[in-house]
């Protein structure tokens, strides 16, 4: 009878070590699963889930990258944080990695991944590091950007304006001519109005981030600038695209994004040669200071794969690969540009384009890195409009949207 039992006991034993044993071998085995988010095309995110399945392949990680439209981007995140199933990467909108990181939902690269963080830093264009710093903390790095220039109708502007004064006296000449300038990318907006605002010297915030800069001297100066393009100079308040004022040659002079290269190449074929881009104006400062916008690329702290998920992070952030996923977005007419100084070297583009685009590149700024800017961008274009269109004093305007900013801010 005891050697039974010590027999079945045995055996059970045995049996239990199996069972469980096999299953934890399992578990170990069993891949782990990575998925991002990319806003974008579907074709985009073929590419970058091609990308994945090549760098994951002997890593034992299965990945999957999903596009979701600009549209419900950022309610869908939302979402997602308060519901507790975000994905392991995002990519979101450049001033939407602060607003998630103040709520809790993302890694602060900046602590957790500081040497490499850095040289990322080093690697990437000024403008964009500015926009994605939140007071020394950082919840992702450039993905890709899209930047504002000037674009002209070469056979009848023979040299672009290089200066506002410059461009005064343009638009005059072309305003007897009964031809313009269009603002295909910000008009009337506070992206238009960015540039103008910059250039004089001002700008939204003061260097800390803590209180609008909109009632300043500088300020002012910008928007009656801005705003005399279209009370005096002819600019249609109305929206154009850049398509068709080029290639009527109603318009052969705009402010759009450098996406429409591509898009003005398909779209108006027989004007090619005949137009080309060329930097921002000057203001008083001497800066050509553009507005440059884009994606950012981030990790969601309830992922279980955060030091794998930044290994995928810089590897998309190596120039090969931003020059691979630059022409995976050209393809797709979405024409985004590499975030990478260095990719620049290597990047397929026509010599003249690519200096004038790296040029203003490195002046150019995104939005700031502040709480609440998104809300906040209606009360500057409601004071740009009242401006532009009903003819209210600047400072006055300017003066009102401040009270209502730091109103907002205390709510």
Same mark, same amino acid.
């Given at each position: 009878?005891?050697? *039974?039992?010590?027999?079945?006991?045995?055996?059970?034993?045995?049996?239990?070590?199996?069972?469980?044993?096999?299953?934890?071998?399992?578990?170990?085995?069993?891949?782990?699963?990575?998925?991002?988010?990319?806003?974008?095309?579907?074709?985009? &995110?073929?590419? /970058?889930?091609?990308?994945?399945?090549?760098?994951?392949?002997?890593?034992?990680?299965?990945?999957?990258?999903?596009?979701?439209?600009?549209?419900?981007?950022?309610?869908?995140?939302?979402?997602?944080?308060?519901?507790?199933?975000?994905?392991?990467? #995002?990519?979101?909108?450049?001033?939407?990695?602060?607003?998630?990181? +103040?709520?809790?939902?993302? /890694?602060?690269?900046?602590?957790?991944?500081?040497?490499?963080?850095?040289?990322?830093?080093?690697?990437?264009?000024? #403008?964009?590091?500015?926009?994605?710093?939140?007071?020394?903390?950082?919840?992702?790095?450039?993905?890709?950007?899209?930047?504002?220039?000037?674009?002209?109708?070469?056979?009848?502007?023979?040299?672009?304006?290089? *200066?506002?004064?410059?461009?005064?006296?343009?638009?005059?000449?072309?305003? $007897?001519?009964?031809?313009?300038? =269009?603002?295909?990318?910000? !008009?009337?907006?506070?992206? #238009?109005?960015?540039?103008?605002?910059?250039?004089?010297?001002?700008?939204?915030? +003061? +260097?800390?981030?803590?209180?609008?800069?909109?009632?300043?001297?500088?300020?002012?100066?910008?928007?009656?600038?801005?705003? !005399?393009?279209?009370?005096?100079?002819?600019?249609?308040?109305?929206?154009?695209?850049?398509?068709?004022?080029?290639?009527?040659?109603?318009?052969?002079?705009?402010?759009?994004?450098?996406?429409?290269?591509?898009?003005?190449?398909?779209?108006?074929?027989? =004007?090619?040669?005949?137009?080309?881009?060329?930097?921002?104006?000057?203001?008083? *400062?001497?800066? @050509? $200071?553009?507005? /440059?916008?884009?994606?950012?690329?981030? =990790?969601?702290?309830?992922?279980?794969?955060?030091?794998?998920?930044?290994?995928?992070?810089?590897?998309?952030?190596?120039?090969?690969?931003?020059?691979?996923?630059?022409? &995976?977005?050209?393809?797709?007419?979405?024409?985004?540009?590499?975030?990478?100084?260095?990719?620049?070297? =290597?990047?397929?583009?026509?010599?003249?384009?690519?200096?004038?685009?790296?040029?203003?590149?490195?002046?150019?700024?995104?939005?700031?890195?502040?709480?609440?800017?998104?809300?906040?961008?209606?009360?500057?274009? +409601?004071?740009?409009?009242? /401006?532009?269109?009903?003819?209210?004093?600047?400072? @006055?305007?300017?003066?009102?949207?401040?009270?209502?900013?730091?109103?907002?801010?205390?709510?």
């Amino acid at each position: 009878m005891l050697r *039974t039992n010590i027999t079945l006991c045995t055996l059970a034993a045995v049996m239990f070590f199996s069972l469980f044993g096999c299953g934890q071998k399992e578990s170990k085995e069993r891949p782990r699963k990575l998925l991002m988010w990319l806003i974008g095309s579907e074709s985009q &995110a073929k590419v /970058v889930q091609s990308i994945g399945a090549e760098f994951f392949k002997d890593k034992g990680v299965a990945f999957r990258c999903e596009a979701i439209s600009w549209g419900d981007t950022h309610t869908k995140y939302l979402t997602s944080i308060a519901g507790d199933v975000v994905p392991d990467i #995002g990519t979101m909108g450049l001033t939407w990695g602060t607003e998630f990181g +103040n709520l809790g939902a993302m /890694v602060d690269l900046s602590k957790q991944f500081p040497s490499d963080l850095k040289s990322i830093k080093e690697m990437t264009f000024p #403008g964009l590091s500015e926009s994605i710093d939140y007071g020394g903390k950082v919840y992702g790095i450039p993905f890709d950007m899209s930047l504002q220039i000037m674009f002209y109708r070469n056979d009848i502007i023979p040299r672009p304006p290089a *200066t506002w004064k410059k461009m005064v006296d343009l638009l005059r000449t072309l305003k $007897t001519q009964e031809k313009g300038m =269009i603002f295909d990318w910000g !008009s009337m907006s506070w992206i #238009g109005y960015a540039p103008y605002l910059w250039q004089a010297g001002g700008d939204f915030y +003061n +260097n800390e981030g803590t209180k609008p800069a909109l009632d300043s001297e500088e300020a002012v100066e910008a928007l009656e600038f801005f705003a !005399s393009l279209y009370t005096g100079l002819g600019v249609p308040k109305t929206s154009i695209p850049l398509e068709q004022g080029m290639r009527t040659g109603d318009f052969p002079l705009a402010i759009s994004g450098s996406w429409k290269i591509d898009s003005l190449r398909v779209s108006a074929p027989e =004007i090619m040669g005949k137009w080309s881009i060329a930097l921002l104006p000057a203001g008083p *400062t001497g800066k @050509q $200071t553009a507005f /440059v916008g884009g994606r950012t690329i981030g =990790i969601f702290n309830k992922s279980k794969n955060i030091d794998i998920a930044w290994e995928f992070i810089k590897f998309l952030f190596t120039p090969d690969i931003q020059v691979r996923l630059y022409e &995976a977005a050209r393809e797709a007419q979405d024409s985004y540009l590499p975030s990478n100084m260095f990719a620049w070297d =290597i990047l397929p583009m026509e010599p003249e384009f690519k200096k004038i685009l790296k040029l203003q590149a490195q002046d150019a700024k995104g939005p700031p890195s502040v709480l609440g800017w998104d809300e906040n961008t209606r009360f500057i274009e +409601n004071a740009i409009q009242k /401006v532009i269109l009903q003819g209210l004093d600047a400072k @006055q305007a300017l003066s009102k949207a401040v009270m209502e900013i730091e109103a907002y801010a205390k709510r």
